[in-house]
């Protein structure tokens, strides 16, 4: 299976005719690496990217709007805190059920990720996957089993997933090389 | 790690909601009862201890490009290595060592579908594992900006 990721009909280069394209892109790949921390960071954004200080807002501005950015703010380290038990839940449920219970798992507090991905028979034949950051591990255990008694998944083939590393943490990089 | 209580509010009220403003770290400063300089100190600060990745915007991966979680079943005592190869492999954000067979699991990111199956091809290649290759197929909920449970935290 061969899924896009990409929405080809996207097009953020909007009021291209006053804003550079290539200024655009440059202000993305610049926004991947974040804001400076100085008084006018937008300012300093512009000076970087051939824009004004007006048309960086009006574009964070219309990227909140129209999705591509999900959200502006602090982009908190878990692990650093104290988040030390981040475990991967995944299941194996027939695929006319996954929709709903992926639904009713996501709502629940203690998930943080959820998420339906093919299996890979024979080696991985799980499709729902749900995160849990956690502090403790036998508390994420428990928070677990809780979460299989509420949605009837006894019996479900499934695995936990526990990281004891984390080799690298950083956001994406989708329009810079690196 | 401990942090102070502005700091603790910098991370419940600013998770998102950034102000696009031409003085963005002035009006948290002012709605927290801080200085200007003191929120840009701060923040620096939080960043340079690695509480904070950056202040800045999350990107929807569907829209802003393609991406895909992998994962390799790494042999115990060459874990490390083929880890330090993953994450220099081009567009690699995310890797973490999980107890499974397949114990090394990485987000990759790239601008397009073809330039990302063109790195993991890559990748595959100089790792000589099978690579598991997960799209994402649906999301039910992707936000990690959930309120930190402080009181809960050693």
């Known amino acids: 299976m061969n899924l896009p990721a990409t929405r080809q009909d996207q097009n953020y280069l909007f009021d291209t005719q006053s804003i550079s ?31 004004t200080e007006q048309q960086v807002m009006q574009a964070v501005s219309q990227w909140q709007q129209q999705g591509l ?34 639904k009713a798992l996501a709502a629940s507090p203690v998930v943080t990720l ?7 028979l024979p080696n991985w034949p799980y499709n729902l996957f749900c995160m849990i950051h956690g502090i403790d591990r036998n508390r994420v255990q428990s ?9 009837g998944l006894e019996g479900t083939p499934h695995a936990v997933l526990f990281s004891n590393k984390a080799y690298l943490q950083r956001g994406g990089r989708y329009v810079s090389d690196r | 790690m401990r942090l102070d209580m502005a700091d603790r509010q910098l991370i419940d009220r600013y998770q998102r909601d950034l102000p696009v403003s ?3 770290y002035e009006d948290m400063a002012r709605e927290l009862g801080l200085t200007e300089a003191e929120v840009i100190e701060r923040l620096s600060t939080l960043q340079e201890q690695q509480v904070l990745s950056r202040v800045g915007p999350v990107f929807e991966h569907s829209q802003a490009g393609a991406s895909l979680l992998a994962a390799v079943a ?80 050693p």
């Open chain 2, 22 to 24: 031409e003085r963005p």
């Open chain 1, 114 to 120: 959820c998420y339906q991905r093919p299996r890979r």
């Open chain 1, 143 to 151: 928070q677990l089993e809780q979460l299989v008694l509420e949605h």
């Open chain 1, 69 to 102: 950015i999900k959200r502006l703010g602090l982009v908190v380290k878990h692990r650093t805190l104290g988040y030390r038990a981040n475990a991967m839940a995944v299941w194996n449920v027939p695929d006319d059920r996954v929709s709903e219970l992926g």
């Open chain 2, 74 to 153: 790494a042999p115990d005592e060459q874990m490390d290595l083929v880890a330090a190869r993953i994450n220099r492999a081009p567009g690699v954000n995310h890797n973490y060592a999980r107890e499974h067979t397949y114990n090394l699991w990485f987000v990759m990111t790239a601008p397009n579908e073809d330039t990302l199956e063109e790195r993991l091809d890559e990748l595959e290649h100089q790792l000589k594992l099978p690579m598991l290759r997960l799209p994402m197929v649906e999301g039910y909920h992707i936000d990690l900006g959930f309120d930190i449970d402080w009181e809960a935290l």
């Open chain 1, 21 to 51: 394209a290539w200024g655009l892109l440059r202000l993305r790949e610049q926004l991947e690496n974040g804001l400076p921390l100085t008084p006018r960071p937008y300012l300093a954004l512009a000076e970087r990217t051939g824009l």
